[in-house]
């Protein structure tokens, strides 16, 4: 069964270094997100991409994110300079259009220290 | 804005079924979802309904539909040890999935 996989699983950091979380998408989808959670805490929506650009984001997705689908298979998140409050887990999703199905990635535990 | 509200914990005993109960504001919903996560895992996508249904089920999974009233609920029949988890439903617009704080269903033997 085709799945969105994620790399890397778990990421330790320095804060104010560069991070960049990849996900590859199920391959005919075209619709992609990138969602947070951080420990014990609500999964909180990012940014939405489609059609090679952004669609939505919300207000955690300041300056210091963006995102990139730099092939036809990779969609990354980059955080520019990391903060002690990025630490969470971060998932991908994809879906197709016109469709309910929606699947998530095991997700990137990002780790600032 | 959207906001989806869940109970925040469940005790369900083995062989029951449980229930789960949402509610949501978004009437511009397209679809909604019911999502599994259990330890340091990913979110597994259960089951979704499409906003014009009112019913679906799958195997040991019904999901109920009150679009008048904004409520979603997920029964699982015949609740096992396996079931205990996090379970996160979500609305969707044309942009964005959003959740719920997740209920912890809890399984005793």
């Known amino acids: 069964e085709p799945e969105v996989t994620q790399t890397p699983s778990h990421q330790v950091t320095q804060m104010g270094q560069e991070v960049i979380l990849r996900c590859v998408p199920i391959?005919?989808?075209?619709?992609f997100y990138w969602y947070r959670q951080i420990l014990g805490q609500k999964v909180e929506f990012l940014v939405s991409f489609y059609n090679n650009e952004i669609s939505e984001k919300s207000e955690i997705f300041d300056d210091q994110f963006s995102v990139e689908r730099p092939d036809g298979s990779n969609f990354t998140l980059k955080i520019r300079s990391t903060k002690l409050e990025d630490s969470a887990m971060y998932f991908c999703?994809?879906?197709?259009?016109?469709?309910?199905?929606?699947?998530f990635g095991e997700g990137s535990r990002l780790t600032v220290l | 804005g959207e906001d989806v509200e869940q109970s925040l914990f469940l005790s369900v005993r083995e062989g029951d079924s449980s229930v789960i109960n949402c509610t949501y504001t978004?009437?511009?919903?397209?679809?909604l979802y019911w999502y599994k996560q259990e330890p340091g895992a990913g979110l597994q996508l259960l089951t979704y309904?499409?906003?014009?249904?009112d019913m679906k089920q799958d195997q040991r999974l019904t999901v109920l539909l009150n679009k008048k009233d904004k409520h979603l609920s997920l029964r699982i029949a015949d609740t096992q040890t396996g079931d205990s988890a996090i379970y996160f439903c979500?609305?969707?617009?044309?942009?964005?999935?959003?959740f719920g704080a997740g209920t912890t269903v809890t399984v005793r033997a």
């Open positions: 391959s005919n989808h075209l619709y």
């Open positions: 309904i499409f906003s014009n249904m």
């Open positions: 979500a609305e969707r617009d044309d942009y964005k999935l959003s």
């Open positions: 999703a994809s879906r197709r259009l016109n469709t309910g199905e929606l699947f």
């Open positions: 978004d009437s511009s919903s397209t679809y």
